[in-house]
């Protein structure tokens, strides 16, 4: 928002408030302003917008660790601003965008684009994820010093994962030296060689190349050598695999900064999904196996998930009708993420005060922004989602609040929706409640 807009003042009476970053779960009133949350306040102004938070939860602005904005190179698929739209419909005030627009994110001034942009369409908080290589191409480091200083807050190649263990180790190490998180998208590309989908009976069913899951353990076993060697903060972009998370889990037993997410698609779906054929569950990493499925819920529930992120990836209708060997990776999610982690709360796998950590103060930890984003303090932005824990809706193409509608869950019945967002102190999204004057 900008900062010389004067929002309306949003009151919402007896709503449970959830924040783990403060410690706080209760029923209270909210007073929410562009200076702050207060809670239970005393007086309400008169030109205060009221809305009835009863049976309601209430939540620090949502964080996603992973989107593709697609901007610039590819706005026909999605925009700053349209992404910006389909973040506030699923409570989201903040991502990560990745870099592989065209041109990528490998220069400050491209990196200086993505927030001036997300200023300029009043869209919400972008945080950038820049270029580890030029060009992405995976054999010249970028100067990530620099792009630290116009503002990035990861380093990753996104798709395009650093097999080079040179290059990598030397990446890690400029990491390490300017306190700066690299993301992987661990996939060994050498065993995958482009297979739309995970070796699979399915696979088979299909009639096209499937791939190893293991090329995804692979990597992330790589790395976490590296990162103990260098001690740099490395973190596993939407973890898929049993292996991957052993290795996940012994690293953090060993005290390596290493951190991990998973994508709700993994969490809800297998191979089986592909088994028609339907494009929008392809994506990568690929749906795996009900064996590999079950970790990422076990990993969920201990804690060693450190959060839940969308891996957002819009493509045009036309590109996913290619078929399933020709066909973009991708599915988006951002309209759905909250309430497809909200199946794990409802079938007593998590408890709510998880679901919420997952997407608010884990986030923040994982970015070293703890106490400055995902929790509602003087250092946060004012940022708020509303929660309707136990309204149960069906995701359609028409609920789809961004440029493009491939999302792997058309037609699946969620319980639990967001039904409000404030960014900044304004109330940006409603969706089936009352707002009164």
């Known amino acids: 928002m900008d900062n010389a807009t004067v929002a309306t003042p949003t009151f919402v009476k007896g709503v449970r408030l959830i924040d783990p970053e403060a410690g706080v779960d209760a029923v209270i009133d909210l007073l929410v302003t562009t200076n702050g949350v207060e809670r239970n306040p005393t007086t309400v102004p008169e030109h205060a917008q009221h809305v009835d938070g009863t049976g309601l939860w209430a939540m620090p602005g949502l964080v996603d660790l992973q989107v593709h904005f697609r901007q610039p190179g590819f706005e026909y698929k999605e925009t700053i601003e349209s992404g910006s739209k389909a973040a506030l419909a699923g409570g989201i005030c903040t991502v990560v965008v990745m870099p592989n627009t065209q041109p990528r994110l490998d220069t400050p001034a491209q990196v200086t684009f993505e927030t001036e942009e997300a200023r300029r369409v009043r869209g919400i908080d972008l945080l950038v994820a820049a270029a580890a290589t030029k060009n992405l191409a995976g054999e010249e480091l970028t100067d990530h010093a620099a792009l630290k200083s116009a503002g990035a807050v990861a380093i990753t190649d996104d798709g395009l994962p650093l097999l080079d263990d040179d290059l990598m180790r030397g990446s890690l190490q400029q990491c390490a030296e300017n306190n700066l998180l690299f993301m992987q998208h661990a996939e060994d590309t050498r065993m995958t060689q482009n297979a739309p989908m995970t070796d699979s009976p399915i696979s088979v069913h299909l009639g096209v190349r499937g791939q190893s899951s293991d090329a995804e353990g692979v990597l992330v076993e790589r790395d976490i050598e590296l990162t103990r060697e260098t001690g740099a903060r490395y973190h596993v972009l939407h973890t898929s695999t049993a292996r991957s998370l052993a290795a996940i889990r012994h690293a953090k037993r060993d005290g390596l900064r290493v951190t991990c997410e998973v994508s709700p698609h993994h969490l809800l779906l297998t191979y089986d999904a592909c088994a ?20 990422l819920i076990e990993a969920l529930a201990d804690g060693t998930v450190d959060a839940v992120a969308t891996d957002h990836a819009p493509h045009t209708k036309d590109e996913k009708a290619k078929g399933f060997i020709e ?19 409802h079938d007593g796998t998590i408890s709510d005060i998880r679901a919420v950590e997952l997407m608010t103060s884990n986030p923040a930890r994982v970015l ?60 940006r999204y409603v969706d089936g409640i009352a707002v009164k004057p």
């Open 276 to 295: 028609g054929g339907d494009t929008n569950t392809k994506m990568n990493p690929p749906l795996r196996s009900e064996y590999d499925r079950k970790a």
């Open 327 to 345: 066909a973009p990776f991708g599915v988006i999610g951002l309209e759905t993420a909250f309430a497809a982690l909200l199946t794990f709360v």
């Open 368 to 427: 070293d922004l703890k106490g400055r984003l995902g929790t509602l303090n003087e250092a946060a932005p004012v940022h708020l989602t509303l929660v309707d824990p136990n309204r149960e809706w069906t995701v359609t193409e028409k609920a789809m609040a961004g440029k493009s509608t491939n999302s792997a869950f058309l037609g699946r019945v969620f319980k639990g929706k967001v039904v409000a967002t404030v960014l900044h102190g304004e109330l």
